[in-house]
């Protein structure tokens, strides 16, 4: 199949692609593809409207609607989807505190997979329309498969319309470095998601199927599980980079070492960087970003990350780990980078060793967000939190050590990516060709042979 993509001129590429990405959704459900061309065709004449409105020298006044009705259309539909039940079932709680006991509404609908990602992802293209940084596209199937390319579709990275459509539009020749890259990408990310993320995801709902658990199997699910779950997004991530990369394509960065950052402000540039660039540059700045005083900036801060929390998930613990990030950024920005700031001045020695205790305690910080992440509901983050308080009780060595087994090669691989400066870790020149080969197929034995018990990605709920 990709050998035939090689062959074929650029119009016939963009339209095996296309219907590759339609087939791919529909063997999920077929039924999802009308909300997802629904919400495709409206941003598409939304666009164009806005672009003709600009050549006609018309204000942004002018062109809000258009705006206002691409973003009504796509939360819309994300809304009915993903957060209608949520909304539903706390009304209904509130008014039975209030006395009143009306019937429970509730929709039985599936959510659409990839409905987040695709949401913004179509968003990102009006408001840029809108704000004259990106000309509207002529053609609507080059849009069409500019939204439904199936490797960033279900899980991201979520792509700018700014960076994928010129890609789309433009010829493209695949070249000898992108498929070098593109097979190291898939072999690593194959080897994180089967191997590692898979292993430890039994391990992990174990801990988190009870209610209450002693303190070290609290520690060590919470740490089995952000293992599992960077193992598990990043793979993904990796696989959908990669396969863009042997056709042509080439996908933003989504994870750049983040159990390496020292505070908050430097994990949320380093996780899930499509995401958090996104809040930041169409919701954080829209809502003032640091303009207003220092309150202001908090305000913003926080909102963003609330509403990120949300993003994920319909559910309480997503919000309030949407309010823990966010508190931890306003506590960095308001004492904590002040204080970085005075240690320009110190000897190098110096600052290697505070650096190595901030990514100790940040990485701490971290642990404790994923347990509010996965956790199923309010009163297990409680007991669970309480829990954490006694580590030593309930501590299972044999748990433990296959935690650390199965997190020993990304851990060994992240050295070496800090150590070397380089992501694509096997392609330095002093690694032989033939152990660089010796490696990739080991990583590929451990994944079709020694994998764990296959899982849904996690992202994929999203």
Not at 15 to 24: D, E, K, P
Not at 333 to 338: C, E, K, N
Not at 375 to 390: C, D, E, K, P
Request: a positive charge.
């Amino acid at each position: 199949m990709l050998a035939l993509y090689y062959l074929l001129p650029h119009r016939a590429q963009n339209r095996i692609l296309l219907a590759a990405s339609l087939f791919f959704y529909a063997c999920w459900d077929w039924r999802f593809l009308a909300p997802l061309l629904f919400s495709t065709v409206m941003d598409f004449f939304c666009a164009s409207r806005m672009e003709r409105m600009i050549h006609e020298g018309k204000t942004q006044k002018d062109m809000r609607p258009y705006l206002q009705l691409s973003v009504i259309t796509n939360l819309g539909l994300l809304g009915f989807f993903k957060y209608f039940n949520f909304f539903s079932e706390n009304l209904h709680h509130l008014l039975e505190t209030m006395g009143f006991h009306p019937d429970p509404v509730t929709l039985s609908v599936i959510l659409p997979v990839g409905i987040s990602f695709y949401t913004f992802q179509a968003l990102s293209y009006t408001i840029d329309v809108y704000r004259g940084e990106l000309h509207a596209i002529s053609s609507f199937w080059d849009f069409l498969l500019a939204v439904l390319y199936f490797p960033h579709l279900v899980a991201g990275p979520i792509q700018r319309a700014s960076s994928l459509l010129p890609q789309v539009i433009q010829p493209r020749h695949t070249t000898r470095e992108q498929v070098l890259e593109g097979i190291h990408l898939m072999c690593w990310g194959f080897f994180k998601k089967v191997f590692i993320a898979d292993h430890l995801s039994p391990l992990v709902d174990a801990t988190f199927s009870k209610q209450s658990a002693a303190g070290g199997e609290v520690w060590t699910a919470c740490l089995a599980f952000a293992v599992q779950i960077y193992c598990d997004f990043s793979g993904y991530t990796d696989i959908a980079r990669g396969v863009a990369k042997l056709m042509g394509f080439e996908f933003m960065l989504n994870f750049n070492l983040p159990y390496a950052a020292r505070n908050p402000q430097e994990f949320w540039s380093r996780w899930h960087i499509s995401l958090s660039s996104w809040l930041r540059d169409y919701l954080y700045i829209s809502l003032g970003g640091n303009r207003g005083g220092a309150f202001a900036t908090y305000r913003n801060l926080f909102l963003t990350m609330v509403i990120g929390g949300f993003w994920h998930g319909a559910a309480w613990n997503f919000i309030l780990w949407g309010i823990y990030h966010g508190t931890l950024l306003i506590v960095h920005r308001a004492w904590i980078g002040p204080w970085e700031k005075t240690l320009e001045g110190k000897p190098g020695w110096m600052r290697q060793a505070i650096a190595g205790v901030q990514i100790l305690v940040m990485f701490q910080f971290t642990l404790y967000g994923w347990l509010l992440f996965r956790a199923s509901s309010l009163g297990q983050v409680m007991s669970f939190t309480a829990a954490l308080a006694t580590p030593w009780q309930g501590f299972n060595t044999d748990t433990a050590t296959l935690v650390l087994f199965y997190s020993v090669p990304l851990v060994l691989v992240q050295v070496i990516q800090v150590w070397s400066g380089r992501l694509f870790w096997l392609s330095a020149s002093w690694i032989p060709a033939e152990l660089r080969t010796a490696i990739y197929a080991a990583m590929l034995y451990a994944a079709i042979f020694a994998g764990g018990q296959p899982q849904s990605f996690i992202y994929f709920q999203f």
